[in-house]
């Protein structure tokens, strides 16, 4: 059956209005939502702290692998939760323009398949930590403009024709959000002039325009404590105002990296959502053990952890299901060994704004 010809204008202003209202935000592809669709997302990529010249300052075999094994997923795109590289610390004298150069090649079979790369930064992309951490010994102390340094080398290495550059003013092409078929994804900054923060005014505006089902968010520190110090949690208040924001725009996940192992963790926010915290620090860094135990023990609840495996996170959507996939291998094994090691779906609570 037809529909009048002043049905379809009132349709076409709708449409109009729908995009004028949504122009905030950086779109790269809107379809209809019941189209399966994928991305992933990888972290702490970086060498080893070995002091060793000339180093390249990325896990080469197995960023390579984990490129490899991407690109043959070919999905939609891929988010990067910072530490590329060594950057600042025990870099072997390999300076930050190269070390990025150095990864890009590694990620060449994604890049040479088209696949859009989203990264943003980490603490070695940044410079030493001066809040929840002891004083760095004077001999490990870089240059003071190590961190102006370190943030020219990344936004030029990755500053490309898709890149959004519509974040707070000082973070354009580090903090950003774009549109993707159903879903509005933010990637944060956590570093600069707020270090364990997020610029939650930004944030809570990004938020307030979804007009998609889902809501993806990622950074570089976890929001809850494992086992390093530096992360979110030291700021608390601003923390929980955050997660409080995520969970009342309908989103069910964060996604960041640091602590150099694999952890899935719900934490409900204020309002009784359930949103995960996922922990996917294992795409090339040293693996790290952890005792298993949250400081904030009470609130959360571990779902799942482990330290063995290098890998990264196939994120399916399909309509309002959303299912996240841990693909991995042993950290002694061998890289074409590939298997999902854990796996969660969930529905979307479909929230609008």
């Not at 994928?38 to 702290?49: H, I, L």
């Not at 929980?240 to 069910?252: E, L, V, Y």
Request: charged content about 20%; hydrophobic content about 35%; proline content about 6%.
């Amino acid at each position: 059956m037809g529909i009048s010809t002043k049905a379809a204008m009132a349709f076409g202003l709708v449409g109009i209005a729908a995009v004028l209202l949504g122009g905030c935000v950086h779109r790269i592809d809107t379809t209809q939502d019941s189209v399966q669709w994928k991305f992933v997302f990888v972290s702490d990529t970086q060498g080893d702290n070995r002091e060793q010249v000339g180093k390249s300052c990325i896990g080469d075999a197995i960023v390579r692998a984990i490129a490899e094994d991407i690109a043959k997923e070919n999905p939609d795109f891929v988010l990067v939760g910072g530490d590329l590289v060594n950057g600042w610390f025990r870099n072997g004298h390999t300076d930050y323009a190269t070390q990025f150069a150095n990864w890009k090649a590694a990620m060449e079979p994604v890049y040479r398949a088209g696949i859009r790369v989203f990264p943003v930064r980490g603490n070695h992309e940044d410079g030493p930590e001066r809040l929840a951490l002891p004083p760095l010994p004077a001999h490990h102390e870089p240059p003071s403009d190590t961190p102006m340094l370190l943030k020219r080398a990344f936004c030029e290495a990755f500053s490309e024709p898709y890149t959004p550059r519509n974040g707070p003013k000082g973070e354009e092409g580090i903090t950003y959000s774009f549109s993707h078929r159903n879903a509005l994804i933010i990637g944060l900054d956590e570093y600069g002039v707020h270090q364990h923060k997020v610029d939650q005014n930004w944030l809570d505006r990004e938020l307030a325009q979804k007009n998609v089902p889902h809501v993806f968010v990622y950074g570089h520190e976890p929001a809850f404590e494992t086992r390093n110090r530096d992360n979110l949690a030291f700021f608390a208040n601003d923390r929980d105002t955050f997660w409080d924001s995520i969970g009342k725009a309908g989103g069910r996940v964060y996604f960041c990296g640091h602590d150099h192992f694999y952890n899935r963790a719900v934490i409900p926010d204020s309002g009784g959502n359930p949103i995960r915290q996922i922990i996917a620090s294992t795409g090339g860094g040293r693996l790290l053990l952890w005792s298993g135990e949250y400081p904030e023990g009470a609130r959360v609840k571990g779902e799942y952890s482990d330290s063995d495996h290098y890998g990264y996170l196939l994120v399916t959507v399909e309509g309002l299901k959303v299912t996240v996939a841990w693909k991995g291998f042993p950290k002694e094994g061998v890289p074409a060994a590939w298997r999902v090691l854990d796996s969660f779906s969930y529905m979307s609570p479909e929230t609008q704004n």
